[in-house]
């Protein structure tokens, strides 16, 4: 079993077994996810089907089954959606009470399931206790909570992973040799002492791993730019422009639209990083030059389609008319091409 490589000294914790989010329905297409999810309308009804031929089903929210196709329409209406693991601690218990591919939950017992419900805190640290309200209020029977116990070998694992890492030639049998068990024995100890198989963990390592050091976030996309913005059509092929030629300084690492947002996401430690290599006095330029330099230094950077509202006041950048936004435009392609050198406050 080849395994996926993650770097010394890196910590992660086990797959999450709850996931939530809240905001307006999205489209309505056939689907399946191997979670269970509550989707609960905060106002109004949802409708499911779970067969194509079938009937629609209306009700303040519903509990879907895992690996169920099914169709949700939410109506316009603002949902709290809560995944759960399946083969979780938290999950279990409603998956075992499913008689069927959905389960549709009553407007009483919706309004207890969202009452001060914030998906921020289901994330960190009030999954188990909105699980506990959710089985109380569906009738569900849950297992009583004994402590979970960690086989001494996983711990020497976990505290392995997190020292050591993995490499492309890690395997199975090198890590249970490692902790002096047989690959068998590994895994049943493992999932009894974490809560999930061995190979799952792993995967999650590897998805951190995958995550990127920068999110940038693009204000090209046609459909999600409101009426009336600061870019006027010079400046958002200009802009598009711009970014294609930075991709193809880096080609084969990035795909990029927008090299003048200041819509960005930075992991701290790359953040941490970057900034010991950026000149604080570029200014106008900053925003492509901190790709660049980002680029230049191996960060990984994905973009992200951001919904792009009018300005209010007036801006004081590059985007005052095309005459300033021409300038600009030439300006960062010169960094990008040649050097970002000689680009500090005073060369204004």
């Known amino acids: 079993m080849q395994l996926p490589l993650m770097p010394r000294g890196m910590h992660a914790r086990a797959w999450p077994p709850v996931l939530a989010t809240q905001g307006p329905s999205g489209p309505c297409v056939w689907h399946s996810h191997h979670a269970l999810r509550f989707a609960l309308a905060l106002e109004g009804e949802v409708r499911i089907r779970t067969a194509r031929t079938g009937k629609w089903a209306s009700a303040a929210g519903v509990l879907t089954a895992p690996d169920v196709e099914h169709l949700l329409d939410g109506q316009g209406a603002r949902l709290l959606l809560v995944f759960l693991d399946p083969e979780s601690a938290l999950g279990a218990p409603f998956r075992a009470a499913l008689s069927g591919p959905a389960r549709l939950i009553s407007d009483e017992q919706r309004r207890a399931l969202v009452q001060d419900v914030e998906p921020r805190t289901l994330l960190r640290s009030g999954a188990a206790a909105w699980a506990e309200r959710a089985a109380r209020v569906l009738g569900v029977s849950t297992p009583s909570a004994a402590p979970r116990v960690i086989h001494p070998r996983v711990r020497a694992l976990l505290s392995l992973l997190r020292s050591e890492g993995i490499d492309e030639q890690t395997s199975l049998e090198l890590l249970a040799g490692a902790v002096g068990l047989s690959p068998s024995r590994l895994m049943h100890v493992f999932t009894s002492s974490v809560g999930i198989p061995l190979r799952p963990y792993l995967a999650w390592l590897r998805v951190q791993r995958a995550a990127m050091d920068i999110v940038n976030g693009s204000r090209i996309v046609e459909q999600l730019q409101e009426r009336d913005t600061q870019l006027s059509l010079f400046m958002h092929y200009g802009n598009l422009f711009a970014g294609k030629v930075l991709e193809l ?84 392609l010169l960094g990008i091409f040649i050097d970002w050198k000689g680009f500090g406050e005073h060369d204004r």
């Open 249 to 332: 300084k880096h080609l084969g690492t990035v795909s990029l639209t927008d090299v003048g947002t200041t819509y960005k996401v930075c992991r701290n430690s790359a953040l941490q990083e970057l900034i010991k290599q950026l000149d604080p006095a570029i200014n106008l330029e900053f925003n492509a030059y901190f790709l660049d330099s980002a680029l230049t230094a191996g960060m990984r950077i994905v973009e992200c389609p951001i919904t792009f509202h009018p300005r209010v006041g007036a801006s004081k950048g590059g985007n005052v008319n095309n005459r300033i936004a021409t300038r600009l435009g030439i300006r960062m």
